[in-house]
């Protein structure tokens, strides 16, 4: 017998509220996820299970406090409570204890140092302008939580960069605000006869000296001091990468970046733009519309582009587009030929 039409609407409407609720109440899991990962609770977790009393008494919280924020840690997945002491889980053990391999806790701490913003989109949709102070440049401990979260995720995603991009003709590379440099060390790690040329800024260049240091290919990468915008870039390069450098700035600011890059690339070398590229009409997919707001907030115009729209940078620049590779759900990449005059 067929059910009531009140009672299928009342249960599509239920489905409807609670979707909603859980999309409305994200942050909670959010907050303390990245609060634990600040303080370094799974750091403390990961010689021995403790009680809540043991962490409250190691971390200086209070009791009550601590036991409530660990019982929901592990209720979101974080952590396993047996006997009444809580531990890491896999996950949690390999991407967010720092002397692990995987460590991913400093882009979470990249994360967090944004959380304030995120919270005031409405008056950035009042002005058109990002909130004040996140236009400048990095400095400090936010400098050092942005450039070693760059590095906790870029090593996976230039393996599969490698994997897909082949620069085993190449003579010399030029990563383009390359940060920590993973992408040319790992490059060079893979191609004994490749050298690379690290572009960033030059409060960037401690940091990426600490991961230099730890590479095989130390001694064919070296950083180069200079500001994208105002130097010009080294020579001699039939390579160049600018990884997720694009969405920090406008079309404008772009184009003339890919311009002196493109100018100055030896015919025949390859351009490699990697980013979070968007649909034509903006909407998709939804991690790259979500992006494109965190650059509303922080720069004066960047945003997520469509990869038609850098493909017209790249000719205006003398290069042609000859492949486009998904990495990732999130992260494609354009490799372009800088044709011959």
């Given amino acids: 017998m067929t059910e009531p039409t009140e009672s299928r609407i009342d249960s599509h409407l239920s489905r409807m ?74 996950r949690t053990q390999r991407l967010l204890v720092r002397s692990s391999p995987d460590y ?60 897909e991009v082949d620069l085993s003709g190449c003579r010399c590379l030029l990563d383009a605000g390359g940060g920590p440099g993973t992408y040319a060390l790992t490059a060079c790690e893979r191609h004994p006869g490749l050298e690379a040329i690290v572009f960033d800024l030059p409060e960037v260049e401690p940091i990426f000296e600490e991961y230099r240091g730890k590479s095989d290919a130390a001694s064919r990468v070296r950083f180069h001091a200079g500001d994208l915008h105002a130097d010009s870039v080294p020579q001699g390069f039939d390579a160049a990468l600018l990884s997720n450098i694009i969405h920090s700035w406008g079309e404008d600011e772009n184009r003339a970046i890919v311009h002196k890059i493109g100018s ?3 015919p025949g070398g390859r351009f490699l733009i990697k980013d979070f590229f968007v649909s034509e009409d903006g909407t998709e997919p939804t991690f ?5 707001v965190n650059m509303l907030l922080s720069t004066r115009a960047g945003g997520c582009y469509s990869q038609s729209r850098v493909e017209s940078w790249l000719r205006e620049a003398g290069c042609r587009l000859d492949d486009v590779r998904g990495l990732t759900e999130r992260t494609s990449v354009l490799v372009a030929i800088k044709e011959s005059r």
């Fill in 264 to 266: 100055t690339l030896a």
């Fill in 104 to 163: 991913q806790g400093d882009i979470l701490n990249h994360d967090l140092n944004t959380w304030e913003r995120w919270s005031r989109v409405g008056e950035v949709l009042e002005t058109g302008q990002p909130l004040k102070g996140t236009g400048e440049r990095r400095s400090g401990e936010e400098l050092g939580h942005f450039i070693r979260g760059m590095a906790n995720i870029a090593r996976l995603s230039a393996i599969r960069l490698l994997d």
């Fill in 288 to 292: 790259s519309a979500l992006f494109a």
């Fill in 17 to 90: 509220v609670e979707e909603l609720s859980e999309t409305a109440s994200a942050f909670r899991q959010s907050i303390l996820l990245l609060t634990a990962n600040r303080c370094a609770l799974f750091d403390r977790l990961a010689p021995a299970p403790l009680s809540a009393s043991d962490v409250s008494q190691r971390m200086g919280w209070d009791l009550r406090a601590a036991e409530v924020f660990l019982n929901a840690l592990t209720a979101m997945g974080m952590l396993r409570k047996s006997e009444g002491r809580f531990s890491n889980t896999p």
